[in-house]
C-alpha cells in the first residue's frame, strides 16, 4: 500500500469513527471513576491518583488501559472480528471450561484466574466471543431465526457458555446471556417466544408471592394460583386472536370460560366451598382440546402451538415452587424471598438492599456532594465500589445525578440503536444490537438490584463498577462495534 493509501485510509477512518459514541464512553469512565472514588475514599489517605494499592488509583491504571485498548482496535483491521469469530468462540468455550480448575475461590465463585498481582474474570470476555460467534452463524446465507431449526443452533451456542459459567458458580453473569434473545427478536425470531419469556417471569413472581393468599377471603382459594391460571387462558385466548384468523373461536373461549371463573367463585364463596382452581383446570383443559380441535379442522399448527403453549404455562407454574426449594442455592432463594416481601432478613439477604436504598434516599434531589456521602464513607454498604457502585452516585449527586447518568446510558443505548440500523452487512448490524442487548441488561438489572426491584444477582455497572475485567470487556465490546461501523462505506462499495 502506497505512503499515500495509506494516509487516505486513515483520514477516512478518522472520519467516519462515531466520536459521539467516543464522547459518552469517555464521558461515563470518568464519571464512574469519580464514582469509585468516592466509594472508596479514604479520609486518612486522601485521593492519590498514583497509589496503586488504592482502588481510585487501580482504577485509573484500568481506564488508561482500556484507553489503550480501544484505540489498537479503532487501528486494526475489522475484517479480523468476523474471520476469526469461531475460532475466539471456541477457545473461550475452552478458556471457560478448564477455569474452575486453575481458579482460587472468592466468595464461593470459581471464576477468576490469578495471573501475577493482578486475577481476571473470563466470563467478562466470553460476552464478546460469544457475540460474534452467534453473529457469524445468523448471518450466515439463508439462515433464519423464525425456522425452528436455526432457532435451535443458536439457542445452543448461546447455552454452551451459559452453562460453563454457572459452572464457575456465577450465575448472575451467566443471566446476563439472556440479553442475546433482545437480538433474535429484532432478527427475526417469533414474538411469541420473548412474550412465553415475559410469561414465565410473571407466573413465577406471581405464583410465589402469593401462593399462601387467599382470595376473597377464600381460603381453599390461593390468589396465587387462580391468578395465574386466569392468565394461562386470557395470554392463550389472546394468542388465539393475534396468530389465527378465525374470531369467532376466541370470543366463545373467552366468554365460557369468564362465566365458568365467575359462577365458581360465586358458587364457593356463597354456597358449597371449594377450590375453585378446580374449575379452571377444567377450563383449561377444554382449552386446549378445543385448540387441538381446530388445529386438525383447520389444517393450521398455530392451534397446536398455543395448546402447547398453555400446557407448558401450567406444567412450568406447577414446577415453580420446586425450582425455587430444590433448584436454587439457598442464598438464592433468601434473596428472591425477601426481594417479593416473603421474608424479613434486614441482617441477612437483605442487608445490601436495605442500605443502598438508604444510601440513595439520603442524597436527596441533588445529593450530598462529592466525598460527602455517609453511608458509603462509613461502609454501610458492601461492594459499594463495585455492584452497588450507583449508591454512591445517588448519594453523593442525588436525583439530579442519578437521573443524569441513566439520561447518559440511555442516550448510548438509543445512539448504538442507530448505528446497528446503518450497517450495510447483517454480520455488522446482529453485533451491534448484541452489544447495545447487553449494556441494557447490565443497566436495568444493576440499577434494579440496587433499588430493590430486582434480585441481587451480583453484575458490574457498565464503565462505573470497579474493576478491569468488566471494564476491558465493556471496551472490547464497544469499541469493536465501533470498528467495524467505521468500514461501512468501504462494505457498500
Known sequence: MSSANKSNRDQSLVSNLDWFTIFIFVVLVVMGWISICGASYDFDKGITLLDFSSRSGLQMVWIFSSLLLGAFIICVDDRWVETLSYIIYILFLALLLVTPMFAK???GSLSWIKIGSFSIQPAEFAKFA?????????????????RWRDFVIVTVLLLLPMALIIRQRETGSALVYLAFFFMFYREGMAGSILFSGAAAVFYFIVGIRYADVPLW??????????????????????????YTSLRKPVLQTLFFGTTAYVLALLYAKYLIPFNAAWVQWAVLAATIGYLFYLAVREQLASYALIALFAIGSTGFF???????????????QKRVRVLLGLEDDPKGAGYNVIQAKIAIGSGGLKGKGFLNGTQTKLKYVPEQDTDFIFCTVGEEQGFVGSSMVLLIFLTLILRLIHLAERQPL????????????????HVLINVGMVL????????PLPFFSYGGSSLWGFTILLFVFLRIDAARNRMQH
Open 105 to 107: 475461590e472468592i466468595k
Open 130 to 146: 460469544t457475540a460474534i460467534g452467534i453473529a457469524k452463524v445468523i448471518s450466515t446465507f439463508n439462515f433464519d431465526l423464525a
Open 217 to 242: 377471603e377464600l381460603p381453599q382459594v390461593s390468589t396465587g394460583e387462580f391468578v395465574v391460571l386466569a392468565a394461562i387462558h386470557l395470554f392463550s385466548v389472546g394468542m388465539m386472536w393475534v
Open 318 to 332: 406447577y414446577s415453580v415452587n420446586y425450582v425455587l426449594t430444590d433448584v436454587l442455592q439457598p442464598h438464592q
Open 426 to 441: 447483517r454480520f455488522g448490524r446482529i453485533y451491534g444490537y448484541s452489544v447495545l442487548s447487553i449494556f441494557l441488561f
Open 452 to 459: 430493590g426491584l430486582t434480585p441481587v444477582i451480583g453484575i
